[in-house]
């Protein structure tokens, strides 16, 4: 991989920075991605590249894993078409949750890949963030936080819809 326009381990600031280390973060992970975010309008979600990444990150082999947590389903379910495509198709490699009401507090966001590398938005309408490869001790405590956001859901998401 070329050497990224943005540099690692410092805060940062930019809509178009956020969804390049989103981009970086993910194409590193091989075996555990785990993304928390409000509702993936921001980050580039609906965009051909994301679901590229993510696509090929669920093609690397039969253990591994996806899980996102959002705190409002309804953007990801109209707005990224692709990725309910992936989850329609991996469903079991991939899981989509959505908060109960008091986890819907956090304003933060983040992605976890393989539990050393992340990307973390500090609040959801300011395009600050940071993120770092090879750095567990950060990537341990979010995951931890993500464990207790995960802990929050109600149900998984589903592609299909159940009626009489």
Do not use: W
């Not at 194409?27 to 979600?45: N, R, V």
């Amino acid at each position: 991989m070329d050497e990224p326009a943005i540099k690692p381990d410092i805060v940062l600031i930019g809509e178009r920075d956020y969804a390049q280390a989103l981009d970086i973060v993910i194409a590193e992970a091989t075996h555990d991605l785990c993304i928390f975010d409000q509702d993936l309008s921001k980050g580039d979600y609906a965009s051909l590249k994301r679901y590229d990444l993510i696509h090929a990150f669920l093609q690397k082999g039969e253990h591994v894993k996806l899980t996102v947590v959002l705190q409002n389903s309804h953007f990801f379910s109209v707005n990224c078409p692709r990725l309910m495509d992936l989850l329609r198709i991996y469903g079991h490699k991939m899981t989509v949750y959505e908060t109960n009401d008091f986890a819907k507090i956090a304003k933060d966001c983040f992605v976890i890949a393989d539990k050393r590398h992340y990307c973390r938005r500090f609040h959801i309408e300011q395009a600050r963030f940071k993120y770092a490869l090879h750095d567990s001790d950060t990537s341990t405590s979010l995951l931890l936080r993500f464990d207790e956001l995960l802990a929050e859901t109600t149900e998984a998401i589903s592609v299909t819809k159940l009626g009489l």
